[in-house]
């Protein structure tokens, strides 16, 4: 192939793949810029990364022995999340983050330290989390959650919402959940199925504060619809957001056999 | 005796508090009890996923020893007014943090007294 005709397929291609089809200015369905909520500005998760506090027991934070969560998981993983916890009894739960390989993924997204930025527009709504750093995106342009056959699993997985008011709703599907042992909702060893459909209702509960409820369904791995709430509180005006390069100066790699979090000197060299 | 080596173990103070931030990886492995020690700045490494405070520490026989002393993210240190000068490299520093349980020379920081009085980070233990 020519360079030419190379080049005239690669447009033709973007040209079918990426041809606006009518600004979203156009559109009707969509909830134009003046009707949106104003989430404008940054946010920072009220709580600890306990994922699921309201059914927490035992005391301290998600890497404390004793600390864990009662979602209404069936017997299997139940199971899978006590051999979890014992693992992080230990100290030998591997985080999978700790290596920077991998994005948090949702619902984790929605459980993170640091600080957040909530996009609204009338197209697409980003959530964008510093730490990490993690980006999910939820269309609100109308279209629809794509089929089973067309998701693949992916850590965010997909998601489309719609606005009743000042509250968006979005829902959830194509997560690949704990099927290659790489995605976890928080320390405890928390996980959820590549079955989790997730419906969640976001919305501002007074000038500083917001609060996303989600719904999570899994057939595979709950027996009954979960609800957790998480909280965000406004960030001081102002504030610089940064990018946060993971693999920068990671000091602290897994042991992927062990689960054992090594740190290394300011030479590269073990320290243990 | 020419040692500027200086340690105290205050393994039955608890913290009661202290909310370091180690977003990245488990704070797991480090004693809830604080250490304090006294040495000279090799190197403040303001970076991600966590900040370094590298410290040599010599002993009464003069050996030295280097400290890696963990903090928070510069994300969220720069927002509380820490920068990259804030450690100068040479000068004298003690430094109180939560050590590693397995002895190794590490430790989540705490709080720190620069040469001059300054204090960084939490230093009283009310």
């Given at each position: 192939?020519?360079?030419?005709?190379?080049?005239?397929?690669?447009?033709?291609?973007?040209?079918?793949?990426?041809?606006?089809?009518?600004?979203?200015?156009?559109?009707?369905?969509?909830?134009?810029?003046?009707?949106?909520?104003?989430?404008?500005?940054?946010?920072?998760?009220?709580?600890?990364?306990?994922?699921?506090?309201?059914?927490?027991?035992?005391?301290?934070?998600?890497?404390?022995?004793?600390?864990?969560?009662?979602?209404?998981?069936?017997?299997?993983?139940?199971?899978?999340?006590?051999?979890?916890?014992?693992?992080?009894?230990?100290?030998?739960?591997?985080?999978?983050?700790?290596?920077?390989?991998?994005?948090?993924?949702?619902?984790?997204?929605?459980?993170?330290?640091?600080?957040?930025?909530?996009?609204?527009?009338?197209?697409?709504?980003?959530?964008?989390?510093?730490?990490?750093?993690?980006?999910?995106?939820?269309?609100?342009?109308?279209?629809?959650?794509?089929?089973?056959?067309?998701?693949?699993?992916?850590?965010?997985?997909?998601?489309?919402?719609?606005?009743?008011?000042?509250?968006?709703?979005?829902?959830?599907?194509?997560?690949?959940?704990?099927?290659?042992?790489?995605?976890?909702?928080?320390?405890?060893?928390?996980?959820?199925?590549?079955?989790?459909?997730?419906?969640?209702?976001?919305?501002?509960?007074?000038?500083?504060?917001?609060?996303?409820?989600?719904?999570?369904?899994?057939?595979?791995?709950?027996?009954?619809?979960?609800?957790?709430?998480?909280?965000?509180?406004?960030?001081?005006?102002?504030?610089?957001?940064?990018?946060?390069?993971?693999?920068?100066?990671?000091?602290?790699?897994?042991?992927?056999?062990?689960?054992?979090?090594?740190?290394?000197?300011?030479?590269?060299?073990?320290?243990? | 005796?020419?040692?500027?080596?200086?340690?105290?173990?205050?393994?039955?103070?608890?913290?009661?508090?202290?909310?370091?931030?180690?977003?990245?990886?488990?704070?797991?492995?480090?004693?809830?009890?604080?250490?304090?020690?006294?040495?000279t700045i090799k190197e403040f490494q303001f970076?991600?996923?966590?900040s370094w405070i590298q410290v040599?520490?010599?002993?009464?026989?003069?050996?030295?020893?280097?400290?890696?002393v963990?903090w928070?993210?510069?994300?969220?240190l720069?927002?509380?007014?820490i920068r990259p000068s804030t450690f100068p490299t040479g000068t004298q520093i003690?430094i109180?943090?939560?050590?590693?349980?397995?002895?190794?020379?590490?430790?989540?920081f705490?709080?720190a007294?620069m040469s001059?009085?300054k204090?960084i980070g939490?230093?009283?233990?009310?």
């Amino acid at each position: 192939m020519t360079t030419r005709s190379l080049a005239t397929g690669v447009a033709l291609f973007a040209g079918l793949v990426f041809a606006p089809a009518g600004s979203y200015a156009q559109n009707s369905a969509l909830t134009p810029f003046d009707k949106l909520p104003d989430w404008s500005g940054t946010w920072a998760m009220t709580g600890g990364t306990v994922f699921d506090r309201a059914t927490q027991t035992g005391k301290g934070g998600s890497i404390d022995p004793g600390v864990r969560e009662h979602p209404p998981y069936n017997e299997i993983y139940e199971k899978k999340y006590a051999e979890h916890l014992k693992l992080r009894d230990a100290d030998r739960y591997p985080d999978v983050q700790t290596n920077c390989g991998v994005p948090s993924g949702f619902p984790r997204i929605l459980n993170l330290p640091d600080a957040y930025e909530f996009v609204v527009r009338p197209d697409v709504f980003y959530i964008i989390a510093e730490n990490g750093g993690n980006t999910m995106r939820v269309y609100t342009d109308g279209r629809k959650l794509p089929g089973k056959e067309d998701t693949w699993g992916t850590y965010t997985g997909v998601s489309v919402g719609h606005w009743e008011g000042d509250t968006l709703v979005w829902e959830t599907v194509g997560l690949k959940g704990d099927r290659d042992n790489d995605s976890i909702l928080d320390r405890t060893g928390l996980v959820i199925s590549d079955e989790a459909r997730i419906t969640t209702r976001m919305r501002k509960i007074d000038g500083q504060t917001l609060e996303a409820r989600m719904t999570i369904e899994d057939p595979k791995a709950l027996t009954k619809p979960w609800n957790v709430t998480k909280q965000f509180k406004k960030g001081k005006p102002g504030l610089f957001l940064y990018d946060y390069g993971c693999a920068e100066n990671n000091r602290n790699p897994v042991d992927p056999a062990t689960g054992q979090t090594h740190t290394l000197g300011s030479d590269g060299k073990l320290i243990k | 005796m020419k040692s500027a080596f200086k340690v105290s173990f205050a393994a039955l103070v608890v913290a009661v508090g202290i909310q370091t931030a180690l977003a990245h990886h488990s704070s797991a492995g480090f004693s809830e009890g604080t250490r304090v020690v006294s040495g000279t700045i090799k190197e403040f490494q303001f970076r991600n996923p966590h900040s370094w405070i590298q410290v040599n520490v010599a002993d009464e026989s003069g050996k030295v020893t280097e400290w890696s002393v963990e903090w928070g993210s510069p994300n969220q240190l720069g927002r509380d007014g820490i920068r990259p000068s804030t450690f100068p490299t040479g000068t004298q520093i003690t430094i109180k943090l939560r050590p590693d349980l397995s002895g190794h020379p590490i430790g989540i920081f705490v709080g720190a007294k620069m040469s001059d009085g300054k204090i960084i980070g939490k230093w009283s233990d009310e």
